[in-house]
């Protein structure tokens, strides 16, 4: 089983307009409301592909019952510490005539401490059942940037493998704690190290300089440019496949879920970076916040091309 960890799940309000224009009166060409999340999209993705998935983090008493209800359609098992305050908005306005996404995320309702060390026993108690853990996206507001580092120390001590897909501060503190795999993007990367990477062997080398601080597994997407995996070993790099995107959000989220089924079928990098590819691109020929089907993702598999980087 992989438990997928939400600890700022949100309501996504995707407007299509045919144009956006700032400062300006804007119709809209059509709209829709999802309560979403990255550990969310990952479960459903994970769900979609026949993968066994639970979900857990941090919701909220207000409003939080849209998300238990989401979750209870889909017939995904979840178990979420919950908190004062109400599910964030996000707005996503879609510019139809530029094929691209503003975004306006809202930070969330602060959390208490005693609702997080709530959320850490479910966490621990849902390692000793399951294979893989993947901990994704924002963090809820008063966590702490170090949070996702105790979620991979509480759960050190089950044979778990752990997947980080975050940013900044909550990244770099988490690698330490030796997670087994981390997904940034290339600005990511380069943003945590500091320095723009100058071709795919660099990128491979950035990637090891995070297997050096404590990652076993690092994979690298770089949106249209495709995505690069290494380990201490080798590494891959797959172009994207030629596909006509119709959006973006949850494409990262597909990926993870690609990955994990990889590791769930106990594949080695190559695969994984295989998987999340076609995943990725499944997800991509969607509209809107729509994700990966299975459909898609096998179709797409048998095209995803890989080359050894070192």
């Known amino acids: 089983m992989v438990t997928t960890v939400t600890l700022n799940p949100c309501i996504d309000w995707t407007v299509s307009l045919p144009t956006l224009s700032l400062g300006a009166l804007n119709l809209a060409h059509s709209e829709r409301i999802d309560v979403s999340g990255k550990g969310i999209n990952v479960a459903e993705v994970l769900k979609e592909l026949s993968c066994g998935?639970?979900?857990?983090?941090?919701?909220?008493?207000?409003?939080?019952?849209?998300?238990?209800?989401?979750?209870?359609?889909?017939?995904?098992?979840?178990?979420?510490?919950?908190?004062?305050?109400?599910?964030?908005?996000?707005?996503?306005?879609?510019?139809?005539?530029?094929?691209?996404?503003?975004?306006?995320?809202?930070?969330?309702?602060?959390?208490?401490s005693a609702v997080l060390e709530i959320f850490l026993d479910k966490l621990e108690a849902l390692a000793a059942k399951s294979s893989i853990i993947t901990m994704s996206g924002r963090i809820t507001n008063g966590a702490g940037e170090d949070i996702y580092r105790r979620c991979i120390e509480r759960v050190s001590g089950f044979p778990v493998k752990t997947i980080l897909d975050a940013e900044k501060a909550p990244l770099t503190l988490a690698i330490p704690a030796k997670p087994y795999l981390v997904k940034p993007n290339l600005y990511e990367l380069q943003t945590a190290?500091?320095?723009?990477?100058?071709?795919?062997?660099?990128?491979?080398?950035?990637?090891?300089e995070f297997i050096n601080r404590g990652a076993s597994v690092v994979?690298?997407?770089?949106?249209?440019?495709?995505?690069?995996?290494?380990?201490?070993?080798?590494?891959?790099?797959?172009?994207?496949?030629?596909?006509?995107?119709?959006?973006?959000?949850?494409?990262?989220?597909s990926m993870v879920a690609g990955?994990?089924?990889?590791?769930?079928?106990?594949?080695?990098?190559?695969?994984?970076?295989?998987?999340?590819?076609?995943?990725?691109s499944a997800s991509i020929i969607r509209e809107g916040t729509l994700l990966c089907r299975m459909k898609d993702y096998e179709s797409f598999l048998p095209m995803v091309k890989t080359k050894l980087i070192a």
């Open 53 to 112: 998935v639970c979900c857990t983090g941090v919701s909220f008493n207000d409003n939080g019952a849209l998300l238990g209800s989401k979750l209870d359609g889909l017939g995904i098992p979840h178990d979420f510490a919950m908190a004062e305050g109400r599910l964030r908005t996000n707005i996503k306005a879609m510019d139809l005539s530029h094929n691209r996404m503003t975004e306006i995320n809202s930070l969330g309702y602060p959390v208490e």
């Open 193 to 208: 190290l500091a320095r723009t990477a100058a071709g795919e062997a660099d990128i491979a080398a950035m990637a090891r």
């Open 219 to 253: 994979c690298v997407s770089m949106g249209e440019d495709g995505a690069l995996i290494a380990d201490s070993h080798s590494a891959f790099y797959a172009p994207a496949l030629p596909v006509v995107p119709k959006g973006f959000q949850g494409s990262g989220d």
């Open 259 to 280: 990955i994990c089924k990889a590791i769930l079928e106990d594949r080695g990098i190559e695969d994984m970076l295989r998987f999340g590819i076609a995943a990725a």
